[in-house]
């Protein structure tokens, strides 16, 4: 059905790949491109049967990327590098007129903010050139924004209040390690809360809101109010929508970990000088961390993400929670990965499909959840990310 061009090789990588290799009928021929070409050849030796080609690209440089899409002629370009590379992708997609899927918003390297306004700011010259950006298609965002689609198109005449609750119940065995890229994740949950209230934001000290929350097979779970990316949209494009809020488990143990890390400055993203060299200290600390990628085998336990939603359903109000649990263990006998990259991952690759089976098609800049919810929902059943809904229950929130 299409050619596709994966940019990044780390663990979302290898489960987009992967998952991708498995259905040839829709994904014909894949290349896989990265900075580092022998992560990206580790990979394919693992999917095998030369399903995957492999280059190397550095996705900073707009020529490079050129080049590389002038070569392969991909129908799709999916960014799975890190957020940074937003920007120069969407700039070679539009100059060589391919369309492109991503997993996380942009976000300036130098100054720890992410927002859509850069991305939505090529709205129309991706109109213009007829070709589709998907943004924010992995779990949240991704999954998220579309079980909030789902719910108000099948469960509710006005959704008003959505708490998005993120939970992770694995454990790695290893005393600190982040679960996707150690300094994309840092920089996001040091930062100051924020949620949306009555058609405003609310700025939070980091952490300050907390309780714990009961999830599904898992039990209670401290759980924090964060700024997460996909409320920015989400209030947008759900306007009836009186109050939106994140939440994310985090354990003590990581807690202390992360305070630690940034009383001794380990988390700032300006460069320092070592020994006559300009070193920024997050990105040394990524170098010692484990890497997200390589915590799989040891991986215990579940994820557990869902959006809890209470509204009105004709002229009553209505509660609903939809969720979806993942086993790292499961993910890793499939993939190689834990279970953060394949519940990132597997809805790339759905989000991919979905492009290039026409059903998420459209000249523009989009979020996930302005598509329509059903033909994904049905892929994520398919695919490894079951869902399951719950009616009229206590939310706790
Ligand atoms: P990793 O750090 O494991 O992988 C990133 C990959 O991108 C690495 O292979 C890296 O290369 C490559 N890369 C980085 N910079 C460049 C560059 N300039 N040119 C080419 N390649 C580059 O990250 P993850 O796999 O954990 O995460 C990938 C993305 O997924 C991130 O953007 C993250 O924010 C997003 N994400 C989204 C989630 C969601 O639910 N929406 C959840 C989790 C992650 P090298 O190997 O050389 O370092």
Known sequence: MGKVLIIGAGGVGTVVAVKMAGLPDVFTEILLASRTKSKCDAIAAQVGGNRIQTAQVDADNVPELVALIKRFQPDLVVNVALPYQ??????????????????????????AKFEYSWQWAYKERFEKAG??????????????????????????????????????AGDHGKAFATNFNPEINIREVTQRGKYWENGQWVETEPHEIHKPLTYPDIGPKESYVIYH?????????????????????????????????????????DPVLYNGVEIVPIQFLKAVLPNPGDLGENYTGWTSIGCRIRGLKDGKEK????????SHEV?????????????????????????????????????VEE????????????HGLPWIELHDVDLEV
């Open 131 to 168: 070709i589709t950006a998907i943004l924010g298609c992995g779990f949240d965002p991704g999954v998220t924004s579309v079980f909030t689609a789902h719910a108000a198109k099948h469960h509710f005449d006005e959704i008003q209040y959505l708490d998005i609750v993120d939970c992770n």
């Open 86 to 111: 937003d920007l120069t992708i969407m700039d070679a997609c539009l100059e060589c007129r391919v369309s492109y899927l991503d997993t996380a918003n942009y976000e300036p390297i130098d100054e």
């Open 319 to 326: 509660t609903y929670y939809i969720y979806n649990n993942c």
């Open 371 to 382: 598509f329509n919810p059903d033909p994904f929902m049905a892929e994520l059943n398919r």
């Open 331 to 367: 993910a890793f006998k499939e993939t190689g990965t834990q279970g953060v990259s394949y519940t990132t991952g597997v809805p790339c690759m759905i989000g991919a499909m979905m492009y290039l089976q026409g059903k998420w098609k459209r000249p523009g800049v989009y979020n």
């Open 229 to 269: 990316e996909e409320l920015e949209s989400l209030v947008k494009n759900f306007p009836t929508l009186k109050r939106a809020r994140f939440w994310m488990t985090f354990g003590q143990e990581y807690l202390t970990h992360l305070r630690v890390i940034q009383n001794i400055g380990m988390a700032r993203i």
